[in-house]
């Protein structure tokens, strides 16, 4: 193990691992995987992710089980995510077998950096996919480099499973109704940052997106989708702007097993009023349970957590999905790979 890493503090930020792997596509093939020791790409300086965003990445995690073994989560639906993205931006689609064998040998080669299980930590793995020819005119570059690297981050809630205010504020889309949202691009995130801080300075933990064509129905909370529970029922919108979240497929498929209803549809923003629990969700944190979803314009306030603390569905969710990333739980579902 990296012996002198705090696995508990670790933040979600960037810390060197020893390798990296890489692919290119030249001459209409993909070339063998790479690996590599250098942090660092070198670009021609015209390449079309610099100038035109030809962009796409990946998130996802490998977990230290009580048992030692290694578990990653789910690659081979980021596999396929990465494919819907390249298809979506004209990019050259990944294979999904060469995708899981990039994500193993890094796993593998960077063994000492996956955080012990007692930490609550994980490895976070970051495949990218990038046009690197050069191009002026707006066209799609002829090749591209696959490139994925690991590196630790801490557990989420640092202080324990907790909730955190949202708000919504309507000047600001995420992406157009039929534009590059379902996509996993690093222009979704650029367009975001702006709303994204406005949110944060005002105390938020982010900003809640409306549908950005009539600012009617609930489309995703920052970058995370959004749930919300009432009657025994899961409810999770499905829209034309929203990224599809494997966290959020999988808590689908967990809250059908533990006997609740599962609705997968346009949900409007007046039904916010009838939810007894709600959650944003992701790879990062799993479950990022919802306090409060303010609106400022119309002078409301969605709450969902009186005292600060998640609601028992949320909380029941979120320790079962964990249960069976670290291997503490049976994996009924196939998720995860044991590496
Ligand atoms: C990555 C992402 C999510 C979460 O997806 P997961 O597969 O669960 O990590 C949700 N919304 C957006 C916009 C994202 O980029």
Known sequence: MAENLDWSNLSFGYIPTDYNVRCYYRNGSWGELEISSTDTVNLHMAA????????????????????????????????????????????????????????????????????????????????????????????????????LFVTPVGPYFKGGFQTTPFVILREYDRAAPLGTGTYKVGGNYAASLVAGKRAHDMGYSNVFYLDPKEKK???????????????N?????????????????????????????VEHRPVPATELDTFEEAGACGTAAVISPIERIDDIEESKSYVFSKDGKPGPVCTKL????????????????????VI
């Open 233 to 261: 029922t899961y409810v999770t919108p499905s829209s034309t702007s929203i990224l599809p979240s494997i966290t959020n497929k999988s808590l689908m498929q967990l809250a059908e097993s533990m006997g609740m209803k």
């Open 318 to 337: 979120y320790h079962k999905l964990r249960a069976i990333q670290y291997g503490d739980e049976a994996d009924p579902f196939g998720w995860v790979t």
């Open 48 to 147: 079309t992710c610099l100038h035109y965003g030809q962009e796409a990445f990946e998130g996802l995690k490998a977990f230290r089980g009580k048992d030692g073994k290694i578990r990653i989560f789910r690659m081979d639906e980021n596999a396929k995510r990465l494919q819907s993205s390249a298809a979506g931006l004209l990019m050259e689609k990944f294979p999904v077998e060469k995708f899981k064998e990039a994500v193993i040998q890094a796993v593998k080669l960077n063994e000492r950096f996956i955080p012990p299980y007692e930490s609550g930590a994980s490895l976070y793995i970051r495949p990218l996919l990038i046009g690197i020819s050069p191009r002026v005119g707006v066209s799609p570059s002829e090749e591209y480099l696959f490139l």
């Open 217 to 231: 129905y609930i489309d995703e909370c920052g970058a995370a989708n959004f749930f919300g529970i009432k009657n």
